[in-house]
């Protein structure tokens, strides 16, 4: 992973933390249920995601070959949907799991670093409280996060080369 990318992880790190673990929680309650009522699944993606001729019961076909026509297409998006949820339950799974990663990484580095990244990233406090609280000024506090997150960087490509690979190739 480069490091911009790795930047812009951090910066969503709570985020990812949390909206993907409900997100997948949703999601697969989703599939859950619909295991049991395979209908349900046919009713979320007619609801949502179907053609409207295929979906509407006011719809009159002209020919036999337009009625066959909208329900292939109805039958593939059905099938397109399926895989797409399935992609997006994997997506999450890797999302969540290589923001614990950094989480954890974070926690084990040394101390001034993991309390100021934890403090910006998992916490979401302001630059302006975090210097104030290590009685530093603005710009040792930029100094300090810069080196941090370098820090956290490099442990993370020397313990764990592939940390991320996974969710970069969903």
């Known amino acids: 992973m480069k490091y911009n990318d790795f930047e812009k992880r951090l910066e969503t790190l709570r985020d990812d933390l949390y909206y993907s673990t409900t997100m997948l929680e949703q999601k697969l309650q989703l599939v859950k249920e619909i295991t049991s009522n395979l209908d349900q699944l046919h009713d979320e ?25 909208a329900y292939i297409d109805f039958s593939e998006g059905y099938d397109k949907f399926i895989k797409d949820l399935k992609k997006d339950i994997v997506r999450l799974y890797y999302l969540r799991d290589s923001s614990y990663q950094i989480l954890s990484e974070i926690l084990v580095l040394p ?22 609280f290590f009685y530093k000024s603005k710009s040792t506090f930029y100094r300090d996060i810069k ?13 764990r080369p592939n ?5 970069i190739a969903k």
């Open 45 to 69: 993606y007619v609801k949502d995601f179907a053609p409207v001729a295929a979906s509407s019961f006011g719809v009159r076909f002209q020919h036999d070959s337009d009625m066959n026509s």
């Open 111 to 132: 101390s001034p670093h993991s309390q100021i990244l934890f403090l910006r990233y998992y916490l979401n406090e302001r630059p302006k409280v975090i210097s104030a």
């Open 147 to 159: 080196k941090s997150k370098e820090l956290l960087y490099t442990n993370l490509e020397n313990k």
């Open 163 to 167: 940390w991320d690979s996974e969710y």
